[in-house]
């Protein structure tokens, strides 16, 4: 049963890096036909594709964030990673991953989800 | 940058009753729509993609239609674990950009 799960820290610091890992079990990163995203999700913005990232690296990003954003895939460990540059108290929310269809289907949708991960910008 | 605009915002009814939940698109999607259920807690869980087809293992009281920019979630006979907040979400353009709805909260009446 594949299975999601967001590490990090909870705490970041106005300014700062905040660097996200999603771990996957239950299948490879590196089969085809699916990208690997984060999402985030705040009461005010409601839920927002942050970047996507294919099992060969291409990355796809959300423009309106693109410029502090990178994500990256470490096949070897079955993982990948976010990090958002810069951040302020508007980056406090809940951070998604999830895997998302890319073959078949028109719409890449996320079908499977981790629990989230609250970051919270603060000094 | 594709806007999604669901209605109502709340809609309240009683189990057994039938839900109908709108969500439009501010240019043409195509049929690359999915939707979402989430309850609290949770994170969202894929119901309906490419705007007809249901996911793995959801109900078949949950459909959805449309295309372009108009496309409906309807749920025939509503449950108990029926009543949460629903999202829609398009894919559009290449390299492909996400967007998702504001949400319509389905409540108990």
């Known amino acids: 049963q594949l299975q999601l799960q967001e590490s990090g820290p909870g705490l970041v610091k106005p300014s700062e890096t905040l660097s996200l890992t999603c771990t996957v079990s239950?299948?490879?990163?590196?089969?085809?036909?699916?990208?690997w995203g984060w999402i985030r999700q705040s009461p005010g913005k409601g839920l927002e594709w942050i970047a996507s990232?294919?099992?060969?690296?291409?990355?796809y990003y959300n423009p309106s964030l693109a410029s502090r954003v990178s994500i990256s895939i470490d096949t070897s460990r079955n993982q990948f990673s976010l990090r958002l540059n810069s951040v302020t108290a508007a980056d406090t929310t809940m951070y998604y991953c999830?895997?998302?269809?890319?073959?078949?289907?028109?719409?890449?949708?996320?079908?499977?989800w981790g629990r989230g991960t609250l970051v919270t910008v603060s000094s | 940058e594709v806007v999604l605009t669901q209605s109502p915002a709340t809609l309240s009814l009683s189990p057994g009753e039938r839900a109908t939940l709108s969500c439009r698109a501010s240019q043409t999607v195509s049929t690359y729509l999915a939707w979402y259920q989430q309850k609290p807690g949770q994170p969202p869980r894929l119901l309906i993609y490419d705007a007809s087809n249901r996911a793995t293992g959801i109900p078949a009281r949950f459909s959805g239609s449309g295309s372009g920019t108009d496309f409906t979630l309807t749920i025939s006979s509503l449950e108990p674990e029926d009543f949460a907040v629903y999202y829609c979400?398009?894919?559009?353009?290449?390299?492909?950009?996400?967007?998702f709805g504001p949400g319509t909260t389905v409540d108990i009446k």
């Open positions: 999830a895997r998302h269809l890319s073959t078949y289907t028109g719409s890449y949708p996320f079908d499977h």
């Open positions: 990232v294919y099992y060969n690296g291409i990355a």
């Open positions: 239950g299948d490879s990163i590196s089969r085809g036909n699916y990208y």
């Open positions: 979400q398009q894919r559009s353009g290449w390299p492909p950009r996400f967007t």
